[in-house]
């Protein structure tokens, strides 16, 4: 996309309506008050012949504009561009979200990429309206913002943790972008009730409490099971509802707790360096996968709406057996999805009943609006845990990572007490702790390796198939391995998992051929999430009702 790619007359009936779902793919830019706004604005609709529409806040900061003070523009979802694209813009906003402009300036976020400086700038000022410094500069803007309005730092801590090269340098720029000093600021937002925003300003330095918004429908009950089911005690903890664990950051590590609230997701951080604020706040939304557009995926999947789903034929029969609610809801996920008890989880599936009277109601599938692909918090950890899952359940591969975090991890203070080990450990010492099949202990200590000396290299800036061939290459990695791990590091939204035994149990299920799946695209990493979730409801459904038959049986029997 470039910058005169932007269709005029869909982003202006955007705005005319006020459309969130388009907040952050966009942004107008008001020639007659200088500011510009997300869509769903609720200011006054401006004239055609007043606004320009650009594909980033940078573009808009760039050429003079300031943010909206009211609708908060820079507070938006992020774009989903970024995952659907694998070009160069693409995967250097996904760096740049990353904080490595912060870490190493641009000249590590060329050679991050292969590219020269010159090019690299040439490139993000075509395609995206602004260089990397400009977009840099509105990622740090947002991220004084948020310090200002939820912390009680000092100004000068918070110039330094957010990338910031001088105090005056962030006056400077949080007076351009927001038209008001810090200081002003930062009074305006103890002003507001704290019950209605939902932001607090904490007792101490180092934590805070933030919403991360999302586009709605979320099916918050797919990824709450998918979080619990795969807890590994000791980094990661499961409790109320809520998920808590570590994480390695840029400056030192984080201890995050998430919930899913009605519209929008919970984040409890605390930091051990204020610095890593950002690039934390970005791998959580990569992780619960927040940028998503999920009613442009839901259509092209042929996925119902919840209001079609109380409609269609199967609707008495769902709600007969308690998996839906007939009541009109703004919230209409199966919420009991997400049951901490993972065995229990799937049977609450709300397709279990009626599954193929609704599948062939307007020969749509029986998918649920709103599913997520999940990502990951770090590359290195995620290809690990996934080679040690290799072959055996769920629950026996977070039993081995939690051996292994146990041995090897590092002690930190907090709710949980370890860190998953780095990869240099686990090449040094793994062996020492891993069980299982002497060649997949091998490959995960051969990986590491890889890892450690840089021969391997993870990180969102890659394209898909550069790093499936790496993956490939390594021993131990098959196919699967190396499309689930690619699927998840780079939040590639087209990665059907057709190797899979439970998603081809699904696609059984559901009478769906997988070798003829090209009208899905480029959403299959959506329709293998699908397929994995009606596979495990089915599962769950079988044993219940075989639990059932039993009872009958032994009651007749007495």
Known sequence: MTITALDFERCYRAVSTRDSRFDGQFF?????????????????????????????????????????????????????????RADLAARAMRLIGDGVIERGGVPALAATLGYSQRQLTRVLTAELGAGPLALARAHRAHTARLLIQTTNMPMSDIAFAAGFASIRQYNDTVREVFAVSP????????????????????????????????????????????????????????????????????????????????????????????????????????????????????????VHTAEELRQSDAAPALAAAGHINTAPTAFAQPTAFGHPDTDRAPAQHPFNVGARTHADHQHRL??????????????????????????????????????????LGERVDGPVPLLFPTPTTIAERGAEVLTGPARRIRSIIGAAEAVASGDLVLHQGRTAADLRRDLLALDGIGPWTADYVTMRLLADPDVLLDTDLVVRQGATQLGLDLTDSARYGPWRSYLSMQLWKAALAGRAATKSASAKSAVSTARDES
């Open 183 to 302: 200081t002003t600021m930062r009074a305006e937002a103890q002003r507001l009730p704290r019950s209605g925003n939902g932001q607090v300003i904490p007792p101490a330095n180092g934590s805070l409490t933030l919403r991360l918004p999302y586009r709605e429908p979320l099916d918050r009950g797919w990824l709450e099971w998918f979080l619990s089911s795969h807890v590994a005690p000791g980094m990661e903890l499961w409790e109320d509802r809520a998920y808590t664990r570590n994480l390695r950051t840029p400056h030192g590590h984080a201890t995050t707790r998430l919930s899913f609230q009605r519209d929008h997701v919970r984040a409890e951080l605390t930091l051990h360096d204020m610095r890593d604020l950002a690039p934390t706040v970005a791998r959580l939304r990569h992780l619960l996968d927040l940028d998503a557009d999920p009613v442009g995926i839901d259509e092209a999947l042929g």
């Open 28 to 84: 107008t830019a008001v020639r007659t008050t200088g500011i510009y706004c997300r869509p769903s604005c609720p200011a006054i609709t401006p004239k055609p012949a007043n606004v320009t529409f650009l594909p980033t806040a940078a573009a808009a900061q760039h050429a003079g504009y300031r943010a909206c003070r009211r609708c908060l523009p820079d507070a938006a979802p992020g774009s989903p561009l970024w995952n659907i």
């Open 366 to 407: 029986p998918f649920t609006p709103g599913i997520r692909v999940p990502g990951c918090l770090d590359g290195p950890e995620l290809l690990l845990r996934t080679m040690i899952g290799q072959q055996i359940s769920v629950s026996a591969a977070a039993t081995h990572t939690a051996r292994l975090v146990e041995a």
